[in-house]
């Protein structure tokens, strides 16, 4: 009787060890396969046309500097905005927000933008294009002005960058 008991006590512990290594298996391979991208394309709009007449590359939060990018006083600043996130189980509400600063650090205009998914947990992929205009007097005042594009999720306090721009008023 106690080598059956034990035989059992053995088994069972063999069983819990599979079960729990197949579980750490499948969620090591989401975790793998999860992709969670957000990129920007920060562009410069001709105010007479509407034409895109200067553009950055594509941006990600590993983004290396872009060359400054000039723009009419009276023009505006275009952000296209990207995501794609693959395998949930849930996707957290991400919250876009974009700074335009002048040389003296102070903002002068800003743009939020959340991305909810929803109840997708296999798929969520689209993109937005925000466009800022000239601060409340009606035009850009010449100068240099730095565009700074940065996400949060929903219940976390790190904010992390984007795209980043250099932009000529003038």
């Not at 063999?14 to 957000?38: C, N, P, T, W």
């Not at 410069?44 to 060359?67: F, R």
């Not at 800003?110 to 997708?120: L, Q, R």
């Amino acid at each position: 009787m106690v080598k059956n008991r034990n035989l059992s006590i053995g088994c069972l512990g063999i069983l819990v060890v599979l079960a729990a290594g197949i579980v750490f298996g499948s969620e090591s391979i989401l975790a793998l396969m999860r992709k969670r991208d957000i990129s920007a394309t920060i562009a410069v709009v001709d105010p007479n046309t509407g034409a895109v007449t200067a553009q950055s590359k594509a941006a990600s939060a590993q983004a290396t500097p872009q060359p400054t990018l000039v723009m009419l006083p009276n023009g505006s600043i275009a952000v296209h905005l990207a995501w794609t996130y693959k395998i949930g189980p849930r996707f957290p509400i991400t919250v876009i927000t974009t700074n335009v600063s002048d040389s003296q650090n102070n903002v002068v205009t800003t743009d939020m933008y959340k991305i909810d998914c929803g109840s997708e947990t296999l798929d969520c992929s689209n993109s937005v294009d925000r466009v800022l205009g000239p601060p409340k007097g009606g035009t850009w005042t010449a100068g240099t002005y730095r565009v700074d594009v940065a996400f949060s999720r929903a219940d976390l306090a790190p904010t992390f960058a984007v795209a980043s721009q250099m932009i000529r008023v003038g």
